[in-house]
């Protein structure tokens, strides 16, 4: 996006330093990314990082409404409600795709939100990468606020273990080692020495929890959250001690009830020019004439599953809850990252942390997924280069 910066990298580009980059970050961590790495991070002007960072700040606005909790309060199925629900959520993700306005100037678009914890260990580490194998200029940067990756990974320390020892915490999830996002935790526990267990592998006594460590019984105080109910109540095969709805001593870091209320739920209450008209399906007085420049999508699914990019009247009315889905004005990315064929697609999300003692969550990090597809997702990329997971550097 930046002209210049751009002609510059894809001029110094070569496969080997590229493969070079993947097979590094194998060698540090001892797993091998299975989502796929993009060719190229992203080089964001000005212009476009104040518009993404207003409409950061207008969406926090939203959240931070004396009534949003009663605003989101259906948005917690009664039976997966989790006691001991935080003031607010820990963690924000805000997903923007990068659109053309009527001026043809950039322009972000809320495609989905999410108040629930990203890859934050690694944005950094691939940010880090792209700079080791690559000529990055010094002036642009992947953290906001004025973050370096130092203080950036004290901050990450002080928000998932508290004053608790890492020992007694742990990043909770199901078969973490089999997860498309376990390189995240696998560098999360070298870097900070952050344990990740299986929900499975979890015993309760009474209210207290505990996991196997070094051939030892450890107590667990506190769980930073990446399970995924929609995952985990697919798994049925899998033998739970302790199920997440039980109410139990150790504190959630990033509570679950979060994943609810800051979700597709949130967005027919978002009203800014860079959140696209959306609109409960149960809301709707009729199929709107112009459904083609809409998409559908359930409320409680993730990766894409379930959406219907181009929607008919049929599918309205085969919905048995239409409480349950939105109907969505279509975000029609621009394809403005020159790649060696074909301009790739942007969507961009920006990374957000809550602690406890903030009035507002802090904007830290971004991460980027490019795409040559109809939609962002590895489905919609197959054999296609230069496209999926990357990060952004700011002018």
Avoid at 218 to 225: A, D, H, L, V
Avoid at 289 to 309: C, T
Avoid at 347 to 354: G, H, K, N, S, V
Wanted: include cysteine; charged fraction near 25%.
């Amino acid at each position: 996006m930046i002209a210049a910066l751009r002609k510059a990298f894809n001029e110094q580009f070569t496969l080997h330093n590229y493969h070079q980059l993947v097979d590094d970050i194998e060698a540090t961590y001892g797993h091998r990314p299975t989502f796929r790495v993009a060719e190229t991070p992203i080089f964001v002007p000005h212009a476009l990082k104040t518009r993404l960072l207003e409409a950061t700040e207008q969406i926090v606005d939203t959240l931070l409404r004396p009534d949003f909790k009663s605003l989101s309060e259906k948005a917690i199925p009664d039976r997966l409600r989790v006691p001991g629900e935080t003031p607010h959520t820990t963690f924000l993700q805000l997903d923007f795709g990068i659109c053309r306005d009527e001026k043809g100037e950039l322009i972000p678009q809320l495609v989905e939100l999410q108040g629930f914890p990203s890859l934050y260990f690694w944005q950094d580490l691939i940010a880090n990468m792209y700079r080791k194998h690559f000529q990055i200029p010094a002036t642009i940067h992947h953290h906001f606020n004025g973050y370096t990756t130092e203080t950036y990974s004290q901050l990450m320390r002080e928000v998932i273990f508290g004053d608790s020892r890492p020992e007694n915490v742990v990043l909770l999830e199901v078969e973490p080692a089999r997860q498309n996002t376990a390189i995240d935790f696998y560098i999360s526990r070298k870097e900070i020495g952050l344990e990740f267990v299986c929900i499975s592998e979890v015993i309760k006594e009474g209210r207290d929890l505990y996991y196997i460590k070094d051939g030892k019984k450890t107590g667990i105080e506190r769980i930073y959250n990446r399970i995924i109910f929609d995952e985990l109540e697919r798994r049925q095969d899998l033998k739970k001690g302790f199920e997440m709805t039980d109410d139990i001593n150790a504190q959630w870091v990033g509570h679950p009830n979060w994943f609810f209320r800051i979700s597709k739920y949130t967005m027919p209450f978002l009203d800014s020019p860079y959140v696209p008209k959306t609109h409960f399906v149960s809301d709707l007085k009729g199929i709107p004439a112009d459904l083609d420049k809409y998409v559908l999508k359930p409320l409680f699914s993730f990766s894409g599953q379930g959406v219907i990019i181009n929607p008919t009247p049929a599918d309205l009315e085969a919905i048995t809850d239409p409480s349950n889905y939105i109907l969505q004005r279509k975000v029609e990315y621009a394809g403005v990252i020159e790649t060696p064929d074909i301009p790739a697609k942007c969507e961009m999300r920006m990374m957000l942390i809550w602690p406890d003692h903030a009035e507002r969550p802090i904007l830290v990090n971004n991460l980027i997924r490019l795409s040559k597809g109809e939609m962002v997702g590895v489905r919609y990329n197959k054999d296609k280069e230069w496209v999926g997971a990357s990060v952004g550097f700011y002018e």
